[in-house]
């Protein structure tokens, strides 16, 4: 019954999302701030769909500085890569290139002025990286990373990708670490939804200045622990 539930809510968003995308997409033909709103309407009713169709919630636990900094944020699933629309004025993710190719979607990506990567592109990939982080700040954007570079089931980590780094020592701006436990509810498979509630944790920012090997062991050690800790009281929330 609950992957019945899952599957019903996870088409109606789909095909929802669809239409709201082609019936706004006139305002791909004007400034970014014409399609800006359109993700937040998406954002907005993807929560209010997952709350009264699956019985998800979230909470936010300190304050994400809306202002240019490096956040950095543990990726468990979906969710996030939606919320932080919401939760940002004008938010600029790094995110992988094949993202933009994606129809539709992608067309929004592009005009949003993201920071697409191209993963295969060496030092040549890098540099663009940072020239165009260096112009997202200038506009007064934070930048979203997610450092392990895609989600990552709850429990486990991987290597966090030189990407966070370059960005920290080049761009000599804070780093905010996230933590989140968002993973228990809406996992990888895209049927597996259940109902919970999602904890995001901003933790202190790390200031600039740090070495490259000191700045990755900081964050990624906050950032693990306070997600393991997460982890462990949605568990126990879920009665697992």
């Not at 700045?215 to 009281?233: C, K, M, Q, W």
Request: glycine share 8%.
């Amino acid at each position: 019954m609950a992957a019945l539930r899952s599957l019903l809510v996870t088409l109606i968003w789909l095909a929802s999302c669809l239409v709201i995308c082609i019936l706004l997409s006139w305002t791909l033909l004007g400034p970014p701030s014409w399609s800006r709103p359109v993700s937040r309407l998406i954002v907005r009713w993807t929560f209010w769909l997952l709350r009264v169709g699956l019985g998800i919630t979230y909470e936010i636990r300190g304050t994400l500085p809306d202002r240019p900094v490096l956040v950095a944020a543990k990726h468990q699933s979906a969710w996030e890569t939606f919320g932080f629309c919401l939760f940002f004025e004008n938010p600029c993710y790094v995110l992988k290139q094949e993202l933009t190719w994606i129809p539709l979607f992608g067309w929004y990506l592009k005009k949003q002025r993201m920071v697409a990567i191209d993963r295969a592109g060496g030092a040549k990939a890098l540099r663009s990286l940072l020239a165009h982080a260096r112009e997202r700040l200038a506009e007064g954007r934070p930048l979203i990373i997610f450092p392990e570079g895609t989600r990552v089931p709850p429990g486990e980590t991987r290597s966090y990708h030189p990407g966070v780094a370059a960005l920290y020592q080049s761009l000599e701006i804070p780093c905010v670490p996230v933590a989140l436990n968002s993973g228990l509810v809406w996992p990888k498979p895209l049927l597996g939804k259940r109902p919970g509630r999602i904890v995001l944790e901003v933790l202190p920012e790390i200031p600039p200045g740090l070495d490259r090997k000191a700045f990755v062991a900081r964050l990624s050690g906050e950032i693990e622990a306070a997600s393991t800790d997460l982890l462990a009281e949605g568990r126990a929330a879920q009665g697992r």
